[in-house]
């Protein structure tokens, strides 16, 4: 926490909210989600070893399709802690992230890579949910074009990739074939999928909760007493009700200021 200032943390976390599609009207609401982004924003710092603003920027490069898409913020999580393996982070990584969607979720790829993939995507049920009529999101989409991938000779692998992606988005997708890889595990007699983006993004979501409140568990003192006191600032201006507690929560973000700073 103490390495980087997050004079603005609220309005990071905030502009989070909105750009995936998590913003709300209710009070209770939009007190849930900030805990939920600024835990998950906390979580994908520790784990991908870079700073909260880091993530931040991340996140803004990436949610002008994410909110296209349908893509969530567990999925954008995955994906940043997946790239960060390969050195990439921060707004570079959002960058790469964002790339990648827009080559694989936006474009058809059938027509990219007709005779390989033909058959094998799922884009129609895909679609389904991106429109709010089914359950199959972006990552269980993204599992099966990787599944699919790593059923290919090496060579037409490698030839498919080219075709489908960018240089940027290309890293991405590669990474992901290594995290399929990894996740290939004997489980009672059987070769099982144990690492997938949806796996990934469902154990993120339990391993996220409480995140930002851990990372303050070493701080003492003042900056301990700052901290409990935006926390509570912020909770109370929810409370009071969303639109009309602007002004409260800018007085939290100030309060925050103290314990970035320190």
Do not use: C, W
């Not at 080559?103 to 949910?129: C, I, V």
């Not at 890293?171 to 992901?176: I, S, T």
């Amino acid at each position: 926490l103490a390495q980087v200032d997050l004079g603005q943390a609220t309005t990071m976390v905030l502009d989070t909210l909105y750009n995936f599609g998590m913003a709300s009207e209710s009070s209770i609401t939009m007190a849930e989600n900030y805990a939920k982004a600024s835990d998950i924003m906390a979580f994908t710092a520790n784990t991908v070893n870079a700073s909260f603003k880091d993530i931040a920027r991340s996140f803004e490069n990436i949610t002008g399709v994410a909110g296209t898409f349908n893509v969530t913020i567990e999925e954008a999580s995955a994906l940043l802690q997946s790239l960060a393996k390969t050195g990439i982070r921060g707004s570079k990584a959002g960058t790469y992230v964002r790339n990648f969607m827009d080559d694989l979720l936006g474009a058809p790829l059938s027509q990219r890579a007709e005779k390989e993939l033909s058959g094998t995507l799922n884009m129609e049920r895909y679609h389904a949910d991106l429109y709010g009529e089914g359950d199959f999101g972006a990552a269980r989409y993204i599992d099966e074009l990787v599944e699919s991938l790593s059923k290919l000779s090496f060579v037409t692998q490698q030839d498919t990739i080219r075709a489908i992606t960018n240089q940027r988005s290309r890293r991405v997708l590669r990474q992901e074939l290594i995290e399929y890889k990894n996740g290939l595990k004997e489980v009672n007699g059987e070769l099982r999928q144990t690492n997938s983006l949806y796996d990934r993004t469902v154990k993120l979501q339990a391993d996220a909760q409480g995140s930002l409140a851990r990372m303050a568990e070493g701080l003492t003192g003042d900056t301990k007493h700052q901290f409990i006191k935006a926390q509570s600032a912020y909770n109370a201006a929810v409370n009071e009700a969303y639109l009309p507690a602007e002004p409260a929560l800018q007085g939290a973000a100030q309060s925050l200021q103290a314990l970035f700073r320190s």
